[in-house]
């Protein structure tokens, strides 16, 4: 178990979006797995446009995102839905389930927090290697190659938002 990888990670790679300089790693990360996913195509800024708007869900209305600047969880599960992936989010979810779900037909979306200077992220993992750390597609990277996090600095990351992760059945 020196290095596993998602059997996704390739196909995801292969329609990485970057982000540029805006605060929209969400609606970036959602249109590159509905690129990779589905044929359907969305430009990852007017998703971020419209996700800037509550919608309305059993009645109530649902605040996906601050606008221009940070996404909740729940917002990118109700994006994802919308294009007909499984998905859902929690608190606490254990390193080994990370590492493990890599060989399986799931996406995991872990939430990077820091508290000094405020700011979040969300990027999509697809490999672990000991010794190296976590393996994501990242769209603020220009490039589409892996973007590697050490173990230490990405569990500083994740704890500070709770072990707070999206969790996605493609």
């Avoid at 800024?45 to 419209?50: D, H, S, W």
């Avoid at 509550?54 to 599960?77: D, Q």
């Avoid at 399986?104 to 190296?132: F, K």
Wanted: aromatic share 14%; glycine share 4%.
């Amino acid at each position: 178990m020196d290095e596993i990888v998602s059997p996704y990670a390739e196909q995801i790679l292969k329609q990485h979006l970057y982000q540029g300089n805006r605060n929209d790693c969400a609606p970036f990360t959602i249109a590159t797995l509905i690129h990779s996913f589905t044929n359907q195509r969305v430009n990852p800024i007017e998703l971020a446009q419209e996700m800037n708007k509550p919608v309305w869900r059993k009645g109530l209305p649902l605040i996906r995102r601050i606008p221009n600047w940070a996404t909740f969880p729940w917002g990118i599960v109700d994006v994802l839905h919308q294009f007909g992936f499984a998905a859902n989010w929690r608190f606490f979810v254990r390193v080994e389930e990370l590492i493990e779900s890599l060989s399986s037909p799931m996406l995991y979306l872990p939430i990077l927090l820091s508290w000094q200077p405020l700011w979040a992220h969300v990027m999509i993992l697809v490999a672990y290697r000991m010794g190296r750390g976590f393996g994501f597609v990242n769209t603020q990277l220009a490039q589409s190659e892996l973007d590697w996090l050490s173990e230490d600095r990405f569990l500083k990351l994740w704890n500070a938002a709770f072990r707070c992760t999206v969790i996605v059945i493609p």
